[in-house]
């Protein structure tokens, strides 16, 4: 079974937020467990989707955040023309808000996908393994692994743009 998934709830404050959150996510398709936590202010999953399951306590009259472990960069190589890293995600982690400050290119060494926070707009990134695209310097965004398994990729940043 897939670790279990927790959140962010500052606005818990009492048993009727814990009844009103643990009757909505149960409702979630594969949630086996609700734990909400009054003092902790953090309602832990075991099971389910978590775009289903913050859309669900939100759906109960909260706002949910997701609380991620770091994904972790190797670098690979960087001979001031290219610089070269692997990122890997393991399920629950996130990159931390970045912004590039090169042109890069992704690699994806896994199947997958990643939840995109920019603008305050969170999306949904498809990856396929060895299926790559690239981004322009600027894009300022935070990365993340929501999904049950790990996630990883190699960017290669092009220096002398
Ligand atoms: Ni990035």
Known sequence: MASPKMYS?????????VTAI???VTQVPN?????????????????GKSSQIVAAIDEAGYDAARIRGA?????????GVVRVTRWTFPPGSETGAHVHQYDYVVVPITDGELTIEADGETTVAPLSIGVSYQRGKGVAHNVANDGDA????????????
Do not use: K, M, Y
């Not at 949630?31 to 099971?47: H, P």
């Not at 790990?150 to 743009?161: Q, Y």
């Open 9 to 17: 709830v500052p606005e818990i404050s009492c048993e009727h937020c």
């Open 22 to 24: 643990t009757a909505e």
């Open 31 to 47: 949630v086996a467990s609700v734990e909400v936590n009054i003092d902790a202010r953090t309602v832990t999953v075991q099971g």
């Open 71 to 79: 994904a972790t960069a190797e670098q690979q190589l960087d001979d």
């Open 150 to 161: 790990p996630v990883a990729f190699v960017e290669v940043e092009l220096l002398d743009n």
